[in-house]
């Protein structure tokens, strides 16, 4: 059966700060979302948060940015809003840049991604959703997931993997129309990697097996700042990836969140952090993070899900998490000197660039 992942991702309040949203809102979001279940909308949902960013997990019939789910959630999250805002929550509606819906919730601000797909006889699939960082976090993971055999070693102990990659490559800094680029591991990984290296401009829209050209990977892309001409919050990206078989294996994607790379986002949006992996639906505290990214994963069947398997809830990852919070403490002790906070040319919040203007009329040419 032919079938449609949908995962839609908004901030839309959040208790205490940007910290995690209340019972109250997810209670709420739930409710638009159950009755479309009802009423044969969609086949099954599952709603996680990360962070103060709520997911909506949606299976269906109805292909990629399929108008009756992108209104589905955008009605979803205005009414979440509504809820938000008569709790006194933090950012109440703050990734809803749009004030009306037409047709398409991909530029309004939610995070998405979506994939239609035959389902195989045993198709499982993980969930990433990441807080306090942009979709750039995901470039190394995927990367080493996809390019590199000291990673993946289904790359040389299956030929079908080993016949390698489709990957389509994203310019980010570009507005108003999508500039893109594809390239082929593993003839291209020199050039895949040189555009890689850049997680602010360059991110990795979709992934294709070679083999069976069968969609591998998408993730969201959606830069807020570019929206909504300044800064109005994270990206905060989430990413679909289906595993096993032609694909890379669970724990082959998953290895690469050991490094706890440092990313762009910590605290106002400003600061380079190291990515932590944490449980589902897991609140963040010091320095407004650290960045942080949760996975699901879940098996299919006629479009009904599995409960999911919580995978960075698992012993191992306890002491990933001790080593992040020690490179999170020791990145923080050099302030805003670089590279803790970002270049210029990056950072989120408009003050420091009116500071910067007004100090340079006072420079003089010196003779
Ligand atoms: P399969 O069950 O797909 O062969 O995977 C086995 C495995 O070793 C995964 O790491
Ligand atoms: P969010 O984008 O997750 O709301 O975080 C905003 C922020 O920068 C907090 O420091
Ligand atoms: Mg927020
Ligand atoms: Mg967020």
Known sequence: MKITLSVIKADIGSIGGHIKPSEALLEEVERPIKTALRNGKIIDYRITYTGDDIALLMTHTKGEVSEVIHQLAWNTFIRGTKVAKQQGLYGAGQDLLKDSFSGNIRGLGPAIAEMEFMERENEPFMVFAADKTSPGAYNLPMYLAFCDPMNTPGLLLSTKMG?????????????????????????????????????????????????????????????????????????????????QKDFPATGEFLAPYAIGHYVAGGMRGSHVCPLMPVKQNTGVSYFDGPPVVSCAAYSVHGGKLTEAA??????????????????????????????????????????????????????????
């Not at 660039?353 to 003779?367: H, L």
Request: charged share 35%.
């Open 163 to 243: 016949k390698g990659y489709k990957f389509t490559i994203l310019d980010v800094s570009e507005t108003g129309h999508d500039r893109i680029v594809e390239l082929n591991s593993p003839e291209d990984i020199y050039e895949l990697a040189a555009l890689l290296r850049d997680n602010d401009k360059f991110c990795i829209e979709a992934v294709h097996s070679r083999v069976s050209g069968d969609v591998a990977m998408v993730q969201s892309t959606t830069r807020l700042r570019n929206i909504a001409g300044k800064y109005v919050g994270k990206d905060d990206p989430v990413a679909i990836c289906r595993v």
């Open 310 to 367: 919580d995978v960075f809830d698992q012993p191992f990852w306890d002491e990933i998490r001790s080593q992040v919070s020690r490179k999170a403490v020791e990145i923080r002790r050099q302030g805003f000197s670089d590279p803790a906070m970002l270049p210029y040319d990056e950072l989120e919040y408009g003050g420091i660039k009116e500071v910067i203007e007004k100090i340079d009329k006072k420079f003089k040419k010196r003779k």
